[in-house]
C-alpha cells in the first residue's frame, strides 16, 4: 500500500489494507514514518488486532515535513520512488508476486514496478467515481457521453482546486498507465452509472474496474467518548453533527456566524471544531479558536462543542444522529451515507463540490448550505439556520432523511456475502492471487 500523505488518503488504504490483511495476505503499509504513525492514531473503526497485522514500513521523513503547509507534504512525496522503488524490489526477489496499490497521486514513486516481471499495481481512487468522471470530463476535455445537461451545470466547477493541485496531478498522468486497474472506495449502489460510464471510458486502456466500497467497517464496538456517551442521553435522530475534516480551516468571522446560526436553529449539535491538519500533526500548537462569547454556556445540553479527534463513524452510527453537516469529502461523505444520515452539504474544495452535487442533486440525500458560485463569501447565521433547521426539523427533511436511511441499507448489504461489493472484492483477490 502506497499512499498519499493526507489523512483521508492515509485512513482509506489503512481500511483498504486491513481488508486485504482479512484474507491471510501479507499487506506492507509504505509511507513516512510520522504519517504510518499518524494513520494508526486516527484510525477510525478499524480493530486495533486487525491494524497489529500489517506491516509498516517507514520510509526516513525528509526534513521538510515539519513544514505545516500541506502543499509542502505534496513536494515531499515526490522525493519518495527511490525508497519506494528499493523496497519494492526487495520484496519481489523474495515472493511469487507483488501487488502494488497506490493513490494516483503517487503514480510517479510506483513507475519502477513496470521494470519488475513478478510485480503489478492498481490505482486506488479515494474519491467518487462520479468525481473521477466529471474531472476527466471537465480537465482532460473528453466526451460526456448522455451527460451534457449534467456537464453544463457542472463546468462552474472548474474552478475547485488550486494551480498547485493541478500541477501535481499533471505530473502524475504520464505514470498512471502502467497500472493494470483501479480500485474504488464506493458501490454500486451508490454509482453503478458512473462505474459503467468510467468502465467505457477505460475500455481503450483495458484497465480493469473494481467498486469494492464502502471499505470501513459498519459494527462497531462501543467506546466511552466523550461526544458517544452524551449522544447517549439525546432522542433518536435529533442531532446535527459538524465537522469539516482534516484540510479545512475557516476563518474567525465565519465560525462566528456558523456559531450563531447553530444556536438560532435550536437544533442539538455536536460541532468539531478543530484547524485544518499540519504536515506532521505532531508538531506545532493548534490555533485557538474564539466563539462568540458566552456561546458554549448559552447552548449547554443542547450542542456540544469538541476541540480534539472524535470518532466520526461511530457518532454517525449512533441512533441519536439525525443529519451531518459536512465539506463533502469522499470519506466523509460514504461514511454518512453508509451509516443513513442526510447531509447539509458545505463543500470547500476541489472534488468537494462535485460529491455536494452528487449528494444533493442525484442522490437526493441532502441539502446544500452553500452554492459554489458564493464560495468567497461568508455564510450568513441565517442561511445556517435555515438549512438546518429544514433538515432537522421540517417534513422535507425527514423525506431526505428517510431516502437516506434507505439508501444506507442497500450500501450495507451490498458488503455482505452475496451483495455487490462483496462480489468484486472477492474478485479482486481472486484476481490478484491468480
Not at 470530463?137 to 472548474?158: N, R, V
Not at 477505460?202 to 470501513?216: F, R, T, V
Not at 453533527?241 to 456558523?258: A, C, M, N, P, W
Request: charged share 20%.
Amino acid at each position: 500500500m502506497v499512499p498519499f500523505p493526507s489523512q483521508g488518503h492515509l485512513n482509506q488504504l489503512l481500511q483498504l489494507s486491513c481488508l486485504i490483511s482479512s484474507y491471510q495476505l501479507p499487506v506492507y503499509y509504505v509511507g513516512l514514518a510520522t504519517h504510518n504513525h499518524q494513520a494508526r492514531i486516527q484510525a477510525n473503526t478499524l480493530n486495533p488486532s486487525n491494524i497489529a497485522k500489517l506491516y509498516f514500513h517507514d520510509l526516513p521523513n525528509p526534513e521538510l515535513i515539519s513544514s505545516s503547509n500541506l502543499e509542502t507534504v505534496w513536494d515531499v512525496s515526490m522525493l519518495l520512488r527511490d525508497p519506494i522503488a528499493s523496497f519494492i524490489r526487495n520484496i519481489s526477489s523474495k515472493v511469487r508476486r507483488v501487488i502494488v496499490v497506490h493513490d494516483p497521486m503517487m503514480s510517479y514513486n510506483v513507475q519502477d514496478v513496470s521494470s519488475l516481471l513478478n510485480a503489478e499495481s492498481y490505482i486506488f481512487n479515494c474519491i467518487s467515481v462520479f468525481s473521477c468522471y466529471i474531472m476527466m470530463c471537465l480537465f482532460l476535455k473528453i466526451s460526456g457521453q448522455h451527460e451534457e445537461e449534467l456537464l453544463k451545470k457542472l463546468h462552474s466547477f472548474e474552478g475547485v482546486t488550486t494551480d498547485e493541485a493541478m500541477d501535481l496531478s499533471d505530473s502524475q498522468h504520464p505514470y498512471m498507465d502502467i497500472r493494470s486497474g483501479d480500485i474504488h472506495n464506493t458501490s454500486k449502489v451508490i454509482e453503478s452509472k458512473y462505474i459503467d460510464l468510467m468502465e467505457q471510458a477505460e475500455i481503450s486502456l483495458n484497465k480493469k474496474q473494481w467498486a469494492i466500497g464502502p471499505i470501513l467497517p459498519t459494527k462497531f464496538d462501543y467506546i466511552s467518548n466523550i461526544c458517544l456517551d452524551w449522544l447517549n442521553k439525546q432522542p433518536p435522530r435529533s442531532v446535527l453533527y459538524v465537522s469539516f475534516g482534516t484540510t479545512t480551516s475557516f476563518s474567525d468571522r465565519q465560525i462566528k456566524e456558523l456559531a450563531m446560526g447553530l444556536e438560532q436553529s435550536k437544533q442539538r449539535f455536536i460541532w468539531v471544531l478543530r484547524d485544518a491538519d499540519r504536515g506532521d500533526i505532531f508538531k506545532g500548537e493548534d490555533r485557538k479558536v474564539e466563539l462568540p462569547e458566552g456561546f458554549e454556556e448559552r447552548v449547554e445540553g443542547v450542542g456540544l462543542v469538541v476541540r480534539e479527534w472524535t470518532p466520526q463513524p461511530e457518532i454517525l452510527a449512533h441512533s441519536s444522529t439525525g443529519g451531518f453537516m459536512s465539506h463533502c469529502g469522499w470519506n466523509s461523505c460514504l461514511e454518512s451515507i453508509t451509516m443513513g444520515v442526510p447531509i447539509a452539504a458545505w463543500p470547500i474544495h476541489t472534488d468537494q463540490p462535485i460529491n455536494g452535487f452528487l449528494v444533493t442533486e442525484i442522490l437526493k440525500i441532502g441539502l446544500l448550505v452553500r452554492d459554489w458560485g458564493k464560495c468567497e463569501e461568508v455564510v450568513s447565521a441565517s442561511t445556517i439556520k435555515n438549512v438546518v433547521r429544514k433538515l432537522m426539523a421540517s417534513d422535507e427533511g425527514d423525506l431526505i432523511r428517510k431516502r437516506a436511511e434507505e439508501l444506507g441499507e442497500a450500501v450495507r448489504q451490498s458488503t455482505e456475502k452475496g451483495g455487490a461489493s462483496q462480489i468484486e472484492l472477492d474478485s479482486f483477490i481472486a484476481h490478484i492471487t491468480r
